[in-house]
């Protein structure tokens, strides 16, 4: 069923609340876009940020209190936390960061660096801010990364296959996990990663069939 009713140009979800009653949303709205909360029962979404920035990529805490995003405020696009009823939002990176996620024990917040676009790095950061670690020295894609209860897990394209890897945060070492039947989805956010918490299952999109035509439209003018 429906479960928003904004008028949206573009609409991104985010993650559950912890009682799975709220979902976080990222949403243009006249021309802007902000963080949303989503009541899934009557769709009814209420705003969190009100900024003229740009507000996206949000992810609740696994304790309810702090909702991750990224902005655009300060004038470099870093990692913000702001309390779910809204208010003053408090900065996390310095250093630039975007797609905020969690850990489940709600000790470290990961991050990517966008140092290298269209790949960025994995970094690190206490959700109350201070160093910001490297963790995955490599090019990673934005949605193309998931933490887990036991790492991360992230796909690694190159030209002749995509493939599953996993960072473990027992030996802080990788590994391939296996390589993908079929290329991950190079279009817009077609190709998200998802991946269940206990590591289990894996989801990825990918395009089986991209086609284009030139047309030719007499007499419309």
Known sequence: RQVTNLEAV???PGTWSHDERQLVIDASVNGNSD?????VEDGRATPVTTEPSLDTHASWSHDGQWIYFSSSRSGTVQVWKTSPKGGPAIQVTKG???EPKETLDGRTLFY???DRPPTSTIRQVSPSGGDEVVVLNRG???GKWAVTRDG???VTMGRE???LDFYAFSDRQERRLGRLPDKVSRIGGLGHLRVSQ???????GVTELWESDIMVAEGAW
């Open 140 to 142: 990673v894609g934005l």
């Open 112 to 114: 990517l660096n966008i």
């Open 161 to 163: 296959y995509d493939a």
């Open 96 to 98: 630039g960061g975007i």
């Open 35 to 39: 963080i949303y909360v989503v009541n």
């Open 152 to 154: 991360i897990v992230f």
């Open 10 to 12: 573009e609409l991104v």
């Open 198 to 204: 206990d590591g289990r299952w894996a989801l990825i």
